[in-house]
């Protein structure tokens, strides 16, 4: 079964740190781009940042660049966002969201800004003194 | 990074078809293919309805349905049945390597 399975978040004060892990299964974590998307209480979803498959590109809303880290770990099948410097405003269920590919072979594609099929179950980070 | 916009709210009763429109600038939705739909039901995380403006994931009921014209998006649900109704949000990518959400319609099925 394809499945993403957030963890780490949890209530830290204003200008704190935090770390979330997505752990995926089910597919070949390596080919596939990953996104961040978030969503605050009773708000809307909002993108936060993309990685490509290799790990070597990444992404971010003008929202969190400069604060917030995306990496992966191939080797490990998990997503990480590393979140510095937290503010009030990003108080929100965090979820990690596997995109869709296109072709095969030499053109084979995922980038992080194709459909997002697969959703972990969110992991809550609440930013409060 | 403005959201793309996406009215409020919809309703419609079952059997009726309805349309949400997700309309952004030609630097984000309008000038890209990459425009995906959302549906969430409370409580759920988001699901996949339809991908690059037009295509639907395997086992999404082709009652759903996207097009696209100029810089306006929609997503059409025609014989509209009770568990259609949640939010739908549509997303694309911009010309800043980043991709925007629309607000959100939430669909009330009479």
């Known amino acids: 079964e394809v499945q993403l399975l957030e963890s780490g978040g949890g209530l830290v004060q204003p200008g704190g740190s935090l770390r979330l892990s997505c752990a995926a299964s089910?597919?070949?974590?390596?080919?596939?781009?990953m996104s961040w998307v978030r969503q605050a209480p009773g708000k809307g979803l909002k993108w936060v940042s993309g990685?490509?498959?290799?790990?070597?590109?990444?992404y971010y809303a003008d929202s969190v660049k400069g604060r917030f880290t995306i990496s992966r770990d191939n080797s490990k099948n998990t997503l990480y966002l590393q979140m510095n410097s937290l503010r009030a405003d990003d108080t929100a269920v965090y979820y990690c969201?596997?995109?869709?590919?296109?072709?095969?072979?030499?053109?084979?594609?995922?980038?992080?800004?194709?459909?997002?099929?697969?959703w972990g179950q969110g992991t809550t980070v609440t930013v409060s003194s | 990074q403005s959201a793309l916009t996406q009215p409020a709210s919809v309703s419609g009763s079952p059997g009726q078809s309805i349309t949400i429109s997700c309309t952004g600038t030609?630097?984000?939705?309008?000038?890209?293919?990459?425009v995906s739909w959302y549906q969430q039901h409370p409580g759920k995380a988001p699901k996949l309805m339809i991908y690059?403006?037009?295509y639907r994931p395997s086992g999404v009921p082709d009652r759903f349905s996207g097009s696209k014209s100029g810089n306006t998006a929609s997503l059409t649900i025609s014989g509209l049945q009770a568990e259609d109704e949640a939010d739908y949000y549509c997303?694309?990518?911009?010309?800043?390597?980043?991709?925007?959400f629309g607000g959100g319609t939430k669909l009330t099925v009479l």
């Open positions: 089910g597919f070949t974590f390596t080919t596939y781009a």
């Open positions: 969201a596997k995109a869709q590919s296109s072709g095969s072979g030499s053109y084979y594609r995922s980038f992080y800004y194709y459909g997002m099929d697969v």
């Open positions: 690059d403006v037009s």
């Open positions: 030609s630097s984000d939705g309008g000038g890209y293919n990459y």
């Open positions: 997303s694309s990518y911009t010309s800043t390597n980043t991709v925007v």
């Open positions: 990685i490509s498959a290799g790990g070597g590109s990444t």
